[in-house]
């Protein structure tokens, strides 16, 4: 393609004159804005090369360069990409995804030509098929004649495409701050966040985890919307940017360039991508769902996806710009959570026409990505219809302020919801997803966000019952939501038993019924304990009026809370009831078994209605209960005192009772993170009342730091020690004749076991102490809404790293109360001491990391925290990061980068008031080179010490848990790339995954707060910086380890006793920090304006 300069700068094409060589520059800067996806298109151009051609055309060309050294001719063949493969991004296995690696590229290519012939039954037309088998024969031949697919990769494009992008860069920096600048930088942020996207996509496809893959992807997306959304909005989706031009929140002309630059974004990742695995992909229908049922996949979600952008970032009411919210990521990222797992498997997931054209670049066109693109915008065109019929207000001349949903309004909107719920759980059920109860509630959750203040987001007529009894809901509303909610159920049922009945698992027969060696009744009493807590804290955190300290009128956790209860009780009690929790949900699950039974007879219809009378039972329950435990929501002179003992026997209850069917029960994958999940829950619901300890270690750590009377610390214990006594024998009750055992697990030896429960009770109380009780991190004044997320997430973080060495209870209420059986004669009493013991330890490290918070402090004094205290701050947080991490790594963890981002999360919430919580040398490094006297030079050098010797003992703890494993050796390999990877590779893979941790860092960390805020808490920025771990972690876990941070390098050095790679790949990820560094200065100018005056850290 030819483009003529004259053409992009003569003045007469835009129809102007020229102006004066003086002000040649003012006049150029519009147009210059218009240009600059240009450059990024030649970029993607540089690294994915010139389109195919065949048979003598490809000859005649290979033959002109081939005396040129500047073209490299490549013969590239299609290999089993995601989709025709029948794998998906999101189900990609981790092994015999490469070829070994001493093989030629041409046996590889071999290889993966004989791959696809072996392959049967891939969904290939019989063209497609006769194409193949017609390239393997000229392959074995050699001879030219065949028409073989050929790519020319001309090198010579990709310094071009990066010098011209460098130079943008570079003009954009060194241009003053203006209009340009920030028009030049919106682009920038969508090409470079579609390209994180689409690039942890490629990854996640080509080496991921099927049971994580749609979990990184998420974070992936969230984490950009994040870091860009401040800049550019964070579209990263062209179906999204077109949602948003119908409603009249984008431009057009913005809307072009943007879809520009985010197409341009994910061919330059999937060009990377290629490059990096050796891999052609290939979107297309998953065998044996045919291109209907894929289409209607990617249109559906593609709408739920727009959808829910439409409503948590451009309502009016959802995200006020004097008042706005900071849930809008979360929402929006979690989309992929509920589609990814629920039609990975029959489309691939993409809900991005940027994803889906790059990833079926190989085509050309002529491949599937065209119809994805339709289906999505398609998808996209219905969001902004439905978002018009939820919202009227936000038609112009609307009175915003002023406006109240219609009843008609309402009933859709719990229309839209549940369908959207039981259509996720009904499509992951049928597809066998691993992962149903994380993928229905993130579905919730999203709805939750984006309905909430137009009809409540019951989508539960256990919930809407709860809510009339609580008398926040009329009668007449109450059942016209019930029927909204059931029709959406029916409506969602009739649609899952379409793709069950084409899908692989036709012959099962899914409906409601106990689960094998479980009687109805436990299946009844099951579905009503969890239903009564997930409508208890639906009342808890959507119905209660907002404590005193929150100055923002949003409430940032609710959906996530709520959701949180699904997952809980979906793993929990899975295997017993099926874990519906809703009747809605059990009416559409019955659907499905009626349109599609399957092979097996369909069980008595009794399980249904049994089903939906123990769920509406329980939502009766837990208003009931909701009138003791708050009080003062119906008389503010209530006593105070039984209403707070009430809540800890009821949270620790629910806490105790739900470990206990996780253990008997439960997915070991997801164990911990159920767990997590309930206990977060529990305190956001009955925190405001009680301060949501449920657990004595916590209670006697608040009594050590004098932020909780002696007297109370007692009366609590009592409570929580009873709550967790009679969970213990509910549960035995029901699990009956199966016990739990608590005691060490083998090899381990009781002193390992108890010094991981200490250990992690005090990580535990640290965090409480940091994020709940510290007056400067949680002030009465404005109030943070991250504590029992921080808290909860400790959970995650320790469950995964010590749960195979103690079972992880960190809780004497829960050690006492697994262990009922023994009624204290067995592990239970010494696992009780050890967490005490971790509680006293916590609160000695609070008082040194926190000193202006002891009673006898200076109250006057604002100084920022002294160099001493930052670098214990650092050392502190790192020593809790790297041995989480390498825990993981000895127990062979399924969630190690799930678990490590968890602590990494918990440490950050709780210490980025005291040094910013950088925890990690490449970090410290962007912060430094990024200006705006973040940092100096002497505090980052002192950091980066403290790091590395935190590091260092924490890897020497780990190692000895190794050796317990492997006794006489290490357990642990050191840091180092992956067999079918070379050591490039897997520098390149830490260096890009680390660049986007640290780019994550300082945009939502180090960057001024938006005006919209009207609180000074930021809830989101440790939830985005540890997603990045967890994106980058699952991404290339599989090439590098996924470290992305040198002193976790130089800890598992330590505990592998082997520093083979640990310098090498520390300067790639000290690479990755002065990268994102150059990258943030780029796309976050108005950070270096002259009249800025950002926060500190």
């Known amino acids: 393609v030819h483009i003529s300069p004259s053409i992009l700068l003569a003045p007469s094409a835009f129809g102007k004159t020229p102006p004066e060589a003086g002000n040649r520059q003012a006049f150029l800067t519009p147009y210059l804005g218009t240009m600059f996806p240009l450059p990024i298109l030649l970029l993607a151009l540089g690294v994915q090369g010139l389109p195919t051609c065949t048979s003598s055309t490809c ?37 015999d995804l490469h070829q070994p690696a001493n093989k030629s590229s041409e046996e590889r290519q071999l290889g993966q030509i004989q791959e696809v012939i072996a392959t049967k039954d891939l969904g290939l037309s019989q063209a497609s098929e006769q194409a193949v088998r017609a390239a393997a024969a000229a392959h074995k031949s050699e001879s030219a004649d ?81 870091s860009t959304g401040f800049v550019s909005g964070g579209n ?128 050309y066109g002529a491949g599937w990505g065209i119809w994805y693109c339709i289906a999505e915008l398609t998808g996209a065109s219905l969001a902004a219809v439905l978002y018009r019929l939820v919202r009227p207000e936000d038609l112009p001349g609307q009175d915003v302020a002023n406006y109240t949903p219609t009843l008609v309004t309402k009933l859709l909107s719990e229309f839209l919801g549940a369908f959207v719920l039981v259509l996720t759980v009904g499509l992951n059920v049928v597809n066998g997803s691993p992962a149903t109860a994380w993928s229905a509630a993130a579905a919730l959750m999203c709805m939750i966000y984006s309905l909430g203040n137009v009809s409540g987001a019951h989508f539960n007529p256990a919930v809407t019952v709860a809510c009339v009894a609580r008398g926040k809901c009329t009668l007449s509303d109450g059942v016209g939501y019930s029927i909204a909610q059931t029709f959406g159920g029916l409506v969602a049922g009739a649609i899952a ?51 005193e300290s929150q100055v923002t009128s949003q409430n940032f956790y609710y959906g996530l809370a709520i959701a949180s209860c699904v997952t809980a009780g979906g793993f929990a009690i899975g295997s017993v009831s099926g874990g519906e929790l809703n009747p809605a949900v059990s009416v559409g699950i019955s659907a499905l078994s009626i349109f599609s039974p399957g092979a097996v007879a369909l069980p008595p219809v009794t399980y249904l209605f049994g089903n939906i009378l123990m769920e509406l039972i329980g939502g009766i329950c837990a208003a009931t209960l909701y009138r003791f435990t708050h009080p003062k929501e119906f008389n503010p002179d209530a006593s105070e005192m039984p209403a707070k ?56 750590a608040l009594g050590i730091s004098r932020n909780m009377k002696v007297a109370d610390v007692f009366k609590y214990w009592a409570m ?53 009780a510290s007056k400067q991190n949680n002030p009465a004044s404005d109030g943070n809404q991250f504590f029992a997320l921080a808290i909860g997430f400790v959970i995650i973080a320790g469950g995964y790293a010590a749960g195979g060495i103690s079972g992880a209870c960190f809780n004497p209420a829960v050690a006492l109360g697994v262990d009922i059986q023994h009624v204290g004669t067995g592990w239970g009493i010494f696992w009780a001491l050890a967490e005490l013991v971790g509680a006293v330890a916590a609160a000695g490290l609070y008082a040194l990391v926190r000193p202006k918070e002891r009673s006898d402090a ?103 848990y190794g050796a317990a494993v492997t006794p006489g050796g290490r357990h642990m390999p050191a840091p180092g790339h992956a067999p079918n990877f070379s050591e490039l590779q897997a520098g390149m893979a830490e260096c890009a995954f680390t660049a986007v941790l640290a780019y994550v860092v300082l945009s939502v960390a180090t960057t001024k ?89």
């Open 497 to 547: 038993a379409v793709y069950h009945a084409a899908g692989p698992y036709h012959a099962t027969t899914f409906a409601l019924q106990p689960g094998e060696g479980f009687s109805f009744a436990s299946m009844a009493f099951a579905e009503l304990f969890f239903t009564f807590v997930l409508a208890y804290v639906v009342l808890a955190v959507a119905t209660t009026k907002p404590p």
């Open 858 to 960: 200076d109250k006057s004094d604002t100084s920022s925290p002294s160099l001493l205290v930052r670098c214990f701050s650092e050392f502190v947080g790192v020593f809790v990061l790297m041995l989480t991490g390498g825990l993981n790594g000895v127990m062979l963890s399924p969630a190690g980068a799930w678990s490590t981002a968890a602590s990494l999360m918990c440490m950050i919430y709780s210490l980025g008031s005291v040094s910013g919580a950088h925890l990690n040398p490449a970090v410290t490094l962007a912060v430094l080179a990024s200006g705006r006297e973040k940092i100096v030079v002497k505090d980052s050098i002192c950091y980066i010490i403290c790091q590395s010797l935190a590091a260092a003992a924490a890897g020497l703890l780990a190692s000895s």
């Open 645 to 700: 003992l009430l809540c800890e026997f009821i949270g620790t209850y629910v806490l105790v009772f739900t470990v206990g069917c996780c253990v008997l029960a439960g997915s070991g994958v997801w164990n911990a993170t159920a767990i997590a999940a309930v206990l977060m829950s529990m305190i956001y619901a009955v925190g405001p009342v009680s301060g949501g300890h449920l657990n004595p270690a916590v209670s006697f």
């Open 59 to 95: 000859r005649g060309i290979a033959e002109d360069y081939s005396g040129d050294s500047s073209y490299l001719l490549q013969v590239k063949t299609q290999s089993v990409g995601a989709a025709s493969s029948g794998r998906s991004a999101l189900s990609a296995p981790q092994e």
């Open 146 to 226: 065949v028409s073989t697919t050929v790519t020319l990769n001309v090198a010579r494009w990709g310094p071009l495409g990066l010098a011209v992008l460098l130079v943008a860069g570079i003009f954009a920096l060194s241009a003053p701050a203006s209009a340009f600048r920030e028009e030049i930088a919106k682009y920038i942020a969508e090409f470079l966040g579609t390209f994180v996207l689409v690039l942890t996509v490629v990854c996640c496809i080509n080496v991921g985890n099927a049971v994580w893959n749609a979990t990184s992807i998420a974070c992936a997306l969230m984490i950009m919307i994040y």
């Open 236 to 363: 990263l989706n062209p179906a999204v940017s077109l949602a948003l031009a119908f409603t009249g929140n984008l431009s057009w002309p913005d809307m072009a360039k943007y879809c520009l630059a985010q197409v341009a974004g994910g061919v330059a990742a999937v060009g990377l991508g290629s490059t990096f695995f050796g891999t052609a992909l290939e979107l297309a229908p998953i065998h044996p769902f045919t291109g209907v049922h894929a289409l209607l996949a990617e249109a559906i979600y593609s709408c739920v996806l727009c959808f829910v952008v439409l409503n948590c970032a451009a309502s009016k009411r959802n995200n006020d710009a004097e008042d706005g919210n900071q849930f809008f990521a979360l929402a929006i990222g979690f989309v992929i959570v509920a589609g990814g797992y629920a039609v990975g498997g029959v489309s691939g997931a993409a809900f991005n026409p940027a994803v889906a054209l790059a990833l079926d670049l190989e085509m």
């Open 720 to 772: 929580q020690f009873l709550g967790g006594a009679a969970a213990g024998c509910t549960y035995l009750a029901l699990f009956s004749p199966r016990t739990a055992t608590l005691e060490p697990v083998a090899p381990f030896t009781s002193g390992h076991a108890l010094l991981a429960e200490a250990i992690y009770t005090c990580v535990l109380c640290f965090v409480v102490l940091n994020c709940a």
């Open 1009 to 1097: 707060a938006p005006i919209a805020w009207r609180t000074k808490q930021n809830f989101f920025f440790g939830l985005a910086i540890a997603s990045a771990v967890t994106a980058g972690g699952v991404a290339i876990g599989a090439v590098s380890g996924g470290l992305l941070n040198p002193a976790v390098g130089l800890g598992l050095s330590i505990e592998a006793g082997s520093f083979g790679n640990c310098g090498i790949f520390a300067a790639w990820e000290l690479l990755g920090g002065l990268l994102a560094a150059l990258v943030f200065r780029m796309t976050h100018c108005s950070e270096y304006e002259s009249t800025a005056t950002p926060l500190k850290v």
